[in-house]
Structures are given as structure tokens and as C-alpha cells.
């Protein structure tokens, strides 16, 4: 979505429907990333469950744009695209070594 952002038209309603795209997009990995939590934690505990999930997103939002700029500053695009990646890598295999919770049955 990132590059039909780069490259979004120049007339209003295409640049609507790109907007409104990339928004969908966005709201699908909210939903995607609160309803882990709510399999692993009973009823009660699923606020304070929610918050922690959302508490380490915000953390990274915050110290990424930092730790970007300042790749960016001392050492060019090229590091920035190769911290990304190893972020993006790390993420992967974050998300690819969870075990899913079965219901018993």
C-alpha cells in the first residue's frame, strides 16, 4: 500500500479510493493483532491483556521514526531499508514460532 501511497493520483477521487484502501488495510492488522489476545486470557483479564499487546505497538511506533532518523542521518538510506528489513525478518519469525491455543473439545 506504501507504494500505491508513493504513487497515488492527482485527481480527488482516485485519492480517495487509495486513502480508503489503505485504511481498510490498516483496520484488518488492528483487528488481527486485538483477537490474539482474547483466545490466550479469560473475560476479565482480556483489557489488561489488550493493553499490554497495544502498550509494546506504541512503544515501537514512538522509538522506530527515532531510530530511523537517526540511521538516516549518520548513515544513509541503504541502512534505513536494511533496518526495516531485519525488523520486518524479526517480526516473521516472531509470528511464525507461536503456537496456537486448541480448544479442548
Known amino acids: 500500500m506504501m507504494l500505491v501511497l508513493l504513487n497515488a493520483p492527482a485527481d480527488p477521487m482516485g485519492y480517495a479510493i487509495v486513502l480508503f484502501l489503505t485504511g481498510?488495510?490498516?483496520?484488518?492488522?488492528?483487528?488481527?493483532?486485538?483477537?490474539?489476545?482474547?483466545?490466550l486470557v479469560d473475560k476479565p483479564s482480556y483489557p489488561i491483556a489488550g493493553a499490554l499487546v497495544n502498550t509494546g505497538g506504541q512503544i515501537g511506533g514512538a522509538c522506530a521514526p527515532l531510530a530511523v532518523g537517526l540511521l538516516l542521518d549518520n548513515?544513509?538510506?541503504?541502512?534505513?531499508?536494511?533496518?526495516?528489513?531485519i525488523g520486518s525478518l524479526i517480526?516473521?519469525?516472531?509470528?511464525?514460532?507461536?503456537?496456537?491455543?486448541?480448544?479442548?473439545?
Open 24 to 39: 481498510m488495510m490498516l483496520s484488518f492488522g488492528f483487528s488481527a493483532y486485538m483477537a490474539y489476545p482474547m483466545a
Open 75 to 85: 548513515y544513509g538510506w541503504d541502512y534505513v531499508f536494511a533496518f526495516m528489513a
Open 91 to 105: 517480526s516473521f519469525i516472531a509470528v511464525a514460532s507461536i503456537e496456537e491455543p486448541l480448544n479442548d473439545r
